[in-house]
């Protein structure tokens, strides 16, 4: 394959949605058991790091230490729901239970099966983001004008998280490599993106790096703007940024995908 | 009215010739069977009439359209059981068959109403709402069967669709089969049991490295290949030297040796009036015999 074929635009049809359904009735199933970790998980983090490591912090640029990590343990949630739905999960999916095989017999093509994933993916981290906002809004953390804004920028942040896990799952060998990128790129992003100390701690190539290459340093950037409710036009940077990583990579997991499933 | 026709059908991988050149075709209604050992090609070239791997050479047209330029036409017509069980394991048996159903477009009142009719066409309505992980491995099957003609297909494809089965459930799909073939639903099938394709096909084609060896009906296949009787008796010099002195078609298998003759017991009377050789059978002959002596007998991977 040349280099441009890896980003050509693919025949994605309006199939994908059942694709999309057939992952969201999976998930209901199981809604009770779905909807317990983004709605523990804050509380616990908000309970020991911002009440109870946040009692030795000062306050960061003015702002308490729990109000300063509320928008972080959102973004974090964003990222693991997609990341995880769009490689361990979709792996799964194509190589354990051979639900791709089955689909692609039908009108449906891998295109649409893939684009599918990733909307779902998604999805996935939107639903976090939006059970998430009242529980740290309960404890007066973000700006209830503007909270409802996290939610599409959520789902934006799910879908650039999704493609970067579709991505792996494609050129994965076997479902314990995506350890790898979990531990060398999803866990230094968990503390490295601004998320339980500003950016500016860094040395200053760190704090380049991280902007240039993380994509987690703009969904926290992003959505701790829309928390604290100061949306500064540097929040367009970040939206920019998310936009075209995003695009580029939708393209990119979709086409990896393809070459890898029909042959 | 061909369904499908094949022309020079070739499927390369990295560096190997899947498929090498065939050519057929296949009528409408017809049940046509893809017999070979394994690595014959005979999977590779249903998943290219199921337009999900792509032609390297040749043409493949289903029913009229090319299968390269098409699939999403093609696939609404089609219903495939694979030899692989791919069931939704996160579903129970019925929602299987309605999930499966959006990918086709039914809409749900027509789907539930298809889902329900077709688990009694396979006998699973008492199975409905159980999750396909604890069904049998024939009752998975029937499901996957029900589940290829959720969009009453006009042509099905089965690759290896009773394989692991005990013989009540292969005589059920056979059974429900030829009801399908009845309704007017061509089948296109692989299969390594030689008695289901000799009870079930009306024509079939060996293939081995990538091509067809013989083509024709059973019956046909039978007869040109190795006649319609066989003589079966233990390996012995006196028995071949007979053999020989009479020019029979003959075959050393091992310990065995197989005589292929239009009139079995005439040359089972020669060979104990007057060879004495007391050891044998004769039988009708039977695919097994045709692919056997066409594909040889050494084990394939």
Redesign the interface.
Known sequence: MRISEYFRLPKV?S?SY?VW??NK??FA?DIKLNFLPPFLEPLLYLVALGFGLGRFVESIDGVPYAKFIAPALISISVMYASFFECSYGSYVRMYY???F?????????IEDVIAGELLWGATRSMVNATVMIPVIALFGLIDIRYALLIIPFAFLGGLLFGAIGMCFTAVTPNIMSINYPVLLFITPMFLFSGTFFPLNALPEPIQYFAIAFLPLTHIVNGIRLIGYGTLEPVILFDLAWIVVVCAVLLLLSINLMRKRL?? | MPVIVARGLVKKYKDTLAVDNITFSIEEGEMFGFLGPNGAGKTTTMRMIQCVSPVTSGSLEIFGMDAMSHPREIKSHLGVVPQENNLDMDFTVYENLVVFSRYFDIPRDEAERRATELLEFVHLEDKKDTMTESLSGGMKRRLILARALINRPRMLILDEPTVGLDPQARHMIWDKLRALKKQGVTVVLTSHYLDEVEKLCDRLVVMDYGKILVEGSPSQVIREYVGSGIVEAEKDPELIRCLEMKEANYEVIGELVHVYTDNPKQIAEYLTMECSISKLSARPATLEDVFLKMTGRRLRE
């Not at chain 1, 095989?101 to 009108?107: G, R």
């Open positions: 049809s199939k059942a359904q057939r009735d999976v199933k239970q051979k639900t095989d089955a689909i692609i017999a039908t009108p449906v093509t029909i042959v």
